[in-house]
């Protein structure tokens, strides 16, 4: 499975943004996805989790109600809508999928390259 992210770019505080993965082959609707982020020098850390029938989400406190994973199988997608963006998220966001459940620490098997987000005015 090869992961693709898109859509990142720089925006203004209190903006939104929505960042795409797009997947190959055939396993994805057998897939947990994930996006994380990581801001220079600090660790990758988790921002949404999704199972593998988009159904059940999962996300940490600093981004629970502004952000939303949504994962469409039928176009091998899924997406992370950004809303109320504040200078704190900038950073590199990876998509990311696994065999399973979701997980909130880092042990997914396949990883997209990085798209940067930046939040400044």
């Known amino acids: 499975v090869q992961l693709q992210a898109s859509g990142g770019g720089l925006v203004q505080p209190g903006g939104s943004l929505r960042l795409s993965c797009a997947a190959s082959g055939r396993t994805w609707s057998r897939l947990a996805v994930a996006w994380f982020r990581q801001a220079p020098g600090k660790e990758r850390e988790l921002v949404a989790a999704?199972?593998?029938?988009?159904?059940?989400?999962d996300y940490p406190d600093s981004v629970k109600g502004r952000f939303t994973i949504s994962k469409d199988n039928g176009k091998n997608a899924a997406y992370l809508q950004m809303n109320s963006l504040k200078p704190e998220d900038t950073a590199v966001y990876y998509c990311a999928a696994r065999w399973g459940p979701p997980d909130t620490s880092d042990n997914y098997h396949y990883w997209g390259h990085g798209t940067l987000v930046t939040v400044s005015s």
């Open positions: 999704v199972n593998r029938g988009g159904g059940i989400t």
